[in-house]
């Protein structure tokens, strides 16, 4: 087993939205993060709560004034009358993102290995799949965009969330899942990944 401070140690957080569970993609990105590497050391399918949603999007406090001045900026680029503040948009786009994680099951993980945040981050690409790279997830399975989302006054759909830090990905496990639910166990792989030199591959 590794110490504490190894960094395979690393954990972080993946949820499959609702969007992602009523397209029975699951399976899709499950493969897609395990065979990097990662290993899958907790997982359940939830319906989230208003409760739970909110508390998952200010783990980070400053949340809705950071997502809220990109939200404005939008508004004043799609010519609103009265653009919104980015406190209130802040708040509006915080809604549309309950209405989306309460509207149905969701598929929540907790993904374990080194640079887990990052990697995972780089698997599922950015936030409008409209402009995410082809070869990640959001890119190749998704077609929404920011514009289609606020025609709609709704969340962008794009199948996956995941945490953006390990400090983040901290706070917000602790949300999803209680120390119990998360299983400590080894993989054979591991060695491969892992130690320092291939040793005890030959008989």
Known sequence: MQNE??????????????DGVQRSLIGEVLKRIERVGMKLVAAKIVVPTE???????????????KTGTRAAKRAIEL????PPTPEAAGERQLAT????????PVFAMVWQGGHAAAIVRKIIGGTEPLTSDIGTIRG????????AADSGNRAVR????????????????????????????????????YDVNLDGILE
């Open 5 to 18: 401070n190894h960094p395979s140690r690393e954990r972080t957080l993946l949820v499959v939205k609702p």
């Open 97 to 104: 993102l309950v209405r989306y994680f309460t509207s149905g």
């Open 51 to 65: 409760k739970l949603v909110r508390a998952h999007y200010t783990v980070d406090p400053e949340w809705v004034v």
């Open 140 to 147: 190749d399975l998704m077609l929404d965009s920011y514009a």
């Open 158 to 193: 794009n199948i996956v969330h995941a945490s953006g830090n390990p400090e983040e990905a901290a706070g917000e496990i602790k949300l999803w899942f209680t120390d119990s639910e998360i299983v400590d166990y080894r993989l054979v792989q591991d060695k491969i990944l």
């Open 79 to 82: 010519g609103e009358p009265n």
